[in-house]
């Protein structure tokens, strides 16, 4: 069985960091696209980057809105994804939620809460 | 970027009734297209994926179809669980999602 959680949510201060977790079972890793997708409160989804499989190299693609502040890394002896968010804004503020691709289908974490507050 | 136009935002209805929700893609997809249900305070939930392909568990009053640059999310007649929002997504050059339709009791 495929899953996916996420962990490592947190309050922090504007201009904080933060790292999220992602583990994922019941499927081979290395084989498989992984994206981080957020929702803030009240609003819509927004996708905000992908890691891609060994088989294309491990690309790491990010959302406009994100680039350069976010950095997403893959740690194949642990089944994990991470999202590392620097220089966090409140407008960053959401739920983040974790998504493995197989087969042309999204498994979806249940997410982790992300507040940026002074 | 591709750019998901999602219509309508809100629909009013009564059970028993048909909605269709629609989504509208700046550039073709291809079949890489699914469909999400969220209710408050929870994660989305895989309705509909591959454009047609119904998510094992769902019921059959769910489907999807279209092709291309414009696909449509069915849910004939509506129960009580079924107000909610829902969200079409696009997975194939990145991943872009439909603003959303909120699908409410009259």
């Known amino acids: 069985e495929v899953q996916v959680v996420e962990s490592g949510g947190d309050l922090v201060q504007p201009g904080g960091s933060l790292r999220l977790s992602c583990a994922a079972s019941g499927f081979i890793f290395s084989d498989h696209y992984m994206d981080w997708v957020r929702q803030a409160p009240g609003k819509g989804l927004e996708w905000v980057g992908r890691?891609?499989?060994?088989?294309?190299?491990?690309?790491?693609l990010y959302a406009a809105s994100v680039k350069g502040r976010f950095t997403i890394s893959r740690d194949e002896s642990k089944n994990s994804v991470y999202l590392q968010m620097n220089s966090l804004k409140t407008e960053d503020t959401a739920a983040y939620y974790c998504i493995s691709w197989l087969y042309g289908r999204g498994y979806w974490g249940q997410g982790t809460l992300v507040t940026v507050s002074s | 970027d591709i750019q998901m136009t999602q219509f309508p935002s809100t629909v009013s209805t009564f059970v028993g009734d048909r909605v269709t929700i629609t989504c509208r893609a700046s550039?073709?997809?291809?079949?890489?297209l699914a469909w999400y249900q969220q209710k408050p305070g929870k994660a989305p939930k895989v309705l509909i994926y591959k454009v047609s392909t119904l998510e094992s568990g769902v019921p059959s009053r769910f489907s999807g179809g279209g092709s291309g640059t414009e696909f449509t999310l069915t849910i004939s007649n509506l129960q009580p669980e079924d107000f909610a929002t829902y969200y079409c997504?696009?997975?194939?050059?990145?991943?872009?999602f439909g603003q959303g339709t909120e699908v409410e009791i009259k």
């Open positions: 890691s891609t499989n060994r088989g294309t190299g491990y690309i790491k």
């Open positions: 997504q696009q997975y194939n050059d990145y991943s872009t």
């Open positions: 550039q073709n997809v291809g079949p890489w």
